[in-house]
Every structure is written in C-alpha cells, then in structure tokens.
C-alpha cells in the first residue's frame, strides 16, 4: 500500500509509525520528526490533536481540532507521511486535508458512522483493534471501510484486557487480522499499557517493548506503531509506555534483521 513516493506498508519491508502520544507543541512534534527520520529513514509521523479518551477530565488533551491540523499539515508539507486519529464523523473530512493516514482508536472501532466517514475521505485508514474485540471480528470494522469502495485499510493490534488495567497480546491474533488480506501493524507500545493503573492515569512497562515488538516481527507484521518521547517522564500523555527517543535507533536496527531473517525463511 503506497503512503508515499518514498513509502509503502505491506510491501514486504518492515514500516515504522512512531512519533509522540500527542502534539505537545508545533516545536517538539518536528523535532521528533527530524530526530526519528534521522535515525529510521522514511517513517510515518503519528501525533494526536486530541485524547478524547484520557482517564482524568483534567489531564492534558492537546491543542484541538484546527490548530492540531495546522500543525500536522505543517509535519506534512515538511516532507513526512503523518497519521493521526479522529473521534467523530465530522473531522474525517477536515483532517483528511491535513494527513496521510486517518486512525480509528481502540475504543471507536466498531463506530460505524466514523469508519464509513473515514472511509469516503479516501485516504488510508487504520483501526486499532479494541481491547475488547477478537482478531476475527475485527474484519467487520474493516469491511465498513471497505463498503465505502475504499480498500486502503491497515489493521492493528495493541493488546487484549486481560483482567483489571492489565493487557495481552496474543500472537495468534497477527496471523488470523493478516488472513484478512489488509496489512497488520504491531503497536508494542501501547501494547504494554497498564490502563488506569495510576490512578488518574494508565501506567505502563516499557521494559517489554523490545520483547513483544520481536515477537511480532517475528510472527509476521507489516509495521511497527512505536510512541517516542525525549523525556517520558515529562511527556504530557502516555509517558509511563513510551519508549525513550535515544533507543529507537538500536531497537529498529534490530526489528529490520529480524524481519529479514523471518522473510528469508518464509
């Protein structure tokens, strides 16, 4: 699937999505997007303009709607494939302008009215498998996308609720969404989330980034989804899973070997 003249997802070669959890300013989004591209090459910039789905009322949220498009048109007109989430049927035609690729989150997944929007923009489209739904069932999400004649579709998988502010990913899950005939990504971040585990915010543990990013590599994706972040410990959504900046370059070094020695014994 063509994102760019420079960038494909499911062409056989492993894709990076990173980028932070939320836009925290017009300065810090392109300088994570200079420092990741420095380090990965072509890659798919991903920002929130909003967190519609933060755990407290008073956490931060981002800068909204239209400035949060400005400046990821800003990422974009940079040079830089850029995703970004929509929460409402409305700002799929908004930010459809703006991005290069619209992304349903977890808990919208079986919206139907935002994936037929999202899907009539055109542009590519990525649901987030919800913590909730089985790999098999997520195939009737995408085929609401699909109905709108729109085939440009990426499936993803980020853990399943396994008891209280706990998830799981069970491998099995990538085969079955890549049986689907759509490209899968792997989201080992918010894979090791701890959801609501701090109280007024998810927790997380990032130590298990690396291990479940190989696993999956290994079992079969077409792209890792990776939020980075400078200094998680000051990252204004998500720290507590974010993996720091400083060791992207050495763990996507390590994920291309893999997905060729996977791909070499296919």
Same mark, same amino acid.
């Given at each position: 699937m063509q994102i760019t003249s420079q960038l494909e997802i499911g062409s056989g070669a492993l894709a990076l999505i990173a980028g932070p959890c939320v836009i925290e300013s017009e300065e810090h989004v392109h300088f994570l997007a200079r420092e990741i591209a420095g380090m990965v090459g072509p890659f798919v910039f991903k920002a929130s303009f909003d967190k519609a789905n933060r755990s407290s009322a008073g956490a931060y949220r981002g800068p909204g709607l239209r400035e949060g498009l400005r400046i990821l048109k800003s990422v974009r007109d940079a040079g830089f494939a850029v995703l970004t989430d929509i929460h409402? #049927?409305? @700002?799929? !035609? #908004?930010?459809?302008?703006? $991005? &290069? =690729? *619209? @992304? =349903?989150?977890?808990? *919208?997944? +079986? @919206?139907? &009215? *935002?994936?037929?929007?999202? !899907?009539?923009? !055109? +542009? %590519? %489209?990525? /649901?987030?498998? !919800? @913590?909730? $739904?089985? #790999?098999? &069932? /997520?195939? *009737?999400?995408? &085929?609401?996308v699909a109905s709108t004649g729109n085939h440009r579709i990426l499936l993803t998988e980020r853990g399943t609720s396994f008891g209280y502010n706990n998830l799981v990913v069970d491998m099995r899950g990538l085969a079955i969404m890549r049986g689907f005939g759509w490209p899968v990504v792997f989201d080992a971040t918010h894979s090791v989330q701890l959801p609501g585990a701090a109280g007024t915010a998810s927790g997380g543990q990032p130590e298990f980034i690396e291990p479940l990013s190989r696993a999956a590599v290994a079992t079969g994706v077409d792209a890792v989804f990776i939020e980075v972040h400078e200094a998680p410990e000051r990252a204004l959504s998500d720290g507590a899973n974010a993996l720091r900046l400083d060791r992207l370059a050495a763990l996507w070094r390590k994920l291309k070997r893999l997905d060729q020695a996977a791909n070499d014994h296919a």
């Open positions: 409402e #049927p409305a @700002q799929a !035609g #908004p930010a459809a302008e703006a $991005v &290069d =690729i *619209l @992304q =349903i989150p977890a808990f *919208l997944c +079986r @919206q139907t &009215d *935002l994936l037929l929007e999202a !899907g009539r923009t !055109g +542009r %590519v %489209v990525n /649901i987030k498998k !919800g @913590q909730f $739904v089985a #790999p098999h &069932d /997520i195939r *009737l999400a995408a &085929d609401k």
